[in-house]
C-alpha cells in the first residue's frame, strides 16, 4: 500500500466543450483542493464562474490556472460564517451574471471523539457545513429562480449511516441533505434542482502530507474498491448536474467513494 500514489491527475472529462457557454456559477471554497477543480472544469466547459474563500492568494491561484479557458474566473474573498458579508457577495454576483448553478464546497471540521467535541467547536463546525450553506443558498434563490437553476452542495460519504470521530460534521451535512430535499420540493416549481455530492477520501490539502498519510492509507483499506476519489470525477459529476442531461436529478444524495458507504465506514478514529 505505501507505494500507492494516491492523487495522479484523472481524466474523468466526458462532457462537451462549451456546454457552459453563457452559464454563471457561484462556488464557494475556490481556492483550493474540490472547489478548484470543480472551478477549473467549469470555466473549461465556457462558464463564468465567480468565486469565494477566505484566503486570496489561493483564489488568484486558481484565477491564474483558468487563464487560457473559454470561460472565466472572477473571485472575492469572503468568510461564509459571515452572513451579511456572504449575502452580499451572492447578490453582488447574480446581479452582475445571474446564477445558473450554485456550488456549496467551502467546508471541513477537526477530527475528534464526540466526548471531546466542545460546544464552541460543535457550533463551529454546524455553523460552517450547515447554517452557512443554508444562508448561501436562500441568498442565491433569486437568481436561481430567474435561470431555473440548480445547487450542488458537497456532503461526505456515510452521511447517512456515520463515522467515528465525525459526529459534528455529518450532523451538519445530514442537516444539509435534509434541506437539499426539502427545496426540491419547494422549488420544484421553479426549476430549481438541489443535489448533494458525497465524495469519499480525496487527497486535497486537508489531507495531504507524510503526517495525514497512515489515516489516508487507512481510509483507502476501508475502501472497497480500494482508491480515492479524485478532485476531476467530482468536478465532472457536478457538471453533469448542471447540464441538460441532469434535467430530472433533484433532492438526490450522490456518493461518489467506491463503495465505502457500503464497507467498513470511513472513520478519522479508532473503535475503542
Ligand atoms: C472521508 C472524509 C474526510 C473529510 C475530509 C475533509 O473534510 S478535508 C477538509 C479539511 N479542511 C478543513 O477542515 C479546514 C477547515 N476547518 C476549519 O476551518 C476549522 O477546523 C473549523 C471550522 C472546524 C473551526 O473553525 P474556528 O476558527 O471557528 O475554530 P476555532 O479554532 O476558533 O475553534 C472553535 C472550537 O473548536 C475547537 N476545536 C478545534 N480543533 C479541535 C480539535 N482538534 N479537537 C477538539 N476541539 C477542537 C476549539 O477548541 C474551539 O472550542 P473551545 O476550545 O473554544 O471550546
Ligand atoms: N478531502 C476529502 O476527503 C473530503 C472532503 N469533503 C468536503 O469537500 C469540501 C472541500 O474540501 P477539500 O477540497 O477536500 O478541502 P480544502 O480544505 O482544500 O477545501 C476547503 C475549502 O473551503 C474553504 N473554506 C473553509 N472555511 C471557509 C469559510 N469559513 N469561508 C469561506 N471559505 C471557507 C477553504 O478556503 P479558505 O481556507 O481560504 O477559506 C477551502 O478552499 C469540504 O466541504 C470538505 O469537508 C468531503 C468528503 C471528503
Known sequence: MSSTSFNDPYDASVLRDGLFADRSAFVSGAGSGIGRAIVLRLVQLGMHV??????????????NLTKDMAGAFTYKPCNVRETDAIEA??????????????VNNAGGQFFAPAAEISRRGWDAVIDLNLNAVFTVTKAAYPYLRTSRGSVASISLSGVDRGSMGLAHSIAARAGVLGMTRSLALEWAKDGIRLNCIAPGTVVTEGLAGEAARPMLERLVEA????IPTSVEEVAELVAYLASPAGRLMTGQLIQIDGAAHLGPGLHMIAAE
Open 50 to 63: 465567480f468565486g469565494t474563500g477566505r484566503r486570496a492568494e489561493m483564489l488568484e491561484e486558481t484565477a
Open 223 to 226: 475502501t472497497p474498491m480500494g
Open 89 to 102: 457577495l451572492v447578490r453582488e454576483a447574480g446581479e452582475s451574471r445571474g446564477i445558473d448553478l450554485l
